[in-house]
């Protein structure tokens, strides 16, 4: 009697490669207890288990009750921690209750004393795919600006924070700071070695005097190198939270801190006087300066603080004169859109990145100034030129300067260059309101009044102001000259994706 072939006794099948599917089955699914199972897929752990069945009282018609089995998919990203003891595993994880809140939920199942060492090693290859290149068990110092957030930053930190660092298990250490320049101390001093991370509950003031306190360190390279600056979002102003992990949510926050990578930052020198400081995210002069620092007085408006001083500038078509140099690296935008391409196309680990970097793990100061400061003679091959009636001069360093606001769509962290944006100060005002607009629909940088350009320096000069506005990192320093330079690679922060910021970019034939 001939009998249909079936997959067990089909004759073209490689046994071998069907005993290794059989095993890596065997090696992805884990049963626990009698009617439940945990399996690593693609990108999520999926858990399954007919004891959480969903009773229906009736189907489509009304008629029939129905079961149906419960499984839940929790992504790898969001896994905290997995841990088997003597009779049970448990796996903590970030549980998403609203779109931008996590909070730490945990499952927990039986373990049959068999099946405790296959449990281990199945646990061991779970946090595998949870954390790739990224560290576990980082260890945090942690800066709480009490007054950060209208003083809610040490609420902040309790509720949606400290239990994620906790379940992810980081050794944490706290400190608050006491008052302005605090960090720059705190950073100074700090025992490199003991730490892997800086986190800061705040704005963007502290991790600026982090990178700054750093500087000061006899062996700033190796500080800088090492020691990976974060921001935990507690301000007005969020945007490295925004660049490197996407959100402002602090609980998302501490969730990218827990799975970031390690990613090479290019750092800025301010010189300015016989002053040598560390920039991190951007400087400005005119209009942008203005606004975010002429304006403190409209605190209580919030982030419509911005658009009233903007328009009021705008009305007056304001200007600011001055002498600017600047050492043009790349200056068409079709070439700065295809290099963010290519790096957006780099498939290489971030460990291999990191690599790329000359200046990092070296036992030394901070890195001489190729271009000299502002006080020498003008770099050679570097000209002076009169800007009667610039409106806007804006270097940024990341990507978004605030929420829904990415100025610079093509930064990069470490290309050793700056992004750097000049516009006339007496464009038709239709113009100005059009380029308020796109910032954030994502057409500023083809606005053909929009001088966009890839720069590695630049000294500027104002003129025919008395008391203006100069703003690094959104702090004001004197109204004078200054010259900055870029060094590539020189700081350390988390990010997602270990070498993009969070941010539109530019990709295809955008």
Known sequence: MAHEPSSESDPFADPDIAAEQQDFAVETTLAV???ASLTLGTDSLIVLDEGLVKKETSNCCGLVSSKTKATRAIPFFNILWAEVSESDITIRYAHPTSKDVVRVASVHYEIDKPERRRARTW???LLDRAYGESQRHKRIKVLINPFGGKGNAQKWYLRDIEPIFAAARCEVDIERTQFQGHAVEIA?????DAYDVIASCSGDGLPHEVFNGLGKKKDARKALSEVAVVQLPCGTGNAMSWNLNGTDSTSM???CIVKGLQTPLDLVSITQGDRRTLSFLSQSVGIVAEIDLGTDNLRWMGSARFTYGFLVRLLRKTVYPCDLAVKVEVGEKAAIKERYRTELSNKAPPSARRELSS???????????VYGAVTD?????????PYNKLGNFYAGN???????TEFFPAALPSDGLLDLVTIDGDIKRSAAISSLLAVEKGTFFDMPHVNYRKISGYRIIPRGQQNGFISIDGERVPFEPFQAEVHRGLGTVLSRSGHLYEGRGFSGKQ
């Open 377 to 385: 003679d003008l770099p050679e091959g570097w000209q002076m030129m």
């Open 253 to 255: 926050a501490a969730l």
């Open 398 to 404: 990341m990507a978004f300067m605030a929420a829904d």
């Open 33 to 35: 207890g009698r009617n």
């Open 359 to 369: 200046s990092r793990n070296e036992d030394q100061g901070l890195p001489r100034l």
């Open 188 to 192: 100074e001093k700090l025992d490199t």
């Open 123 to 125: 646990s061991a290859r």
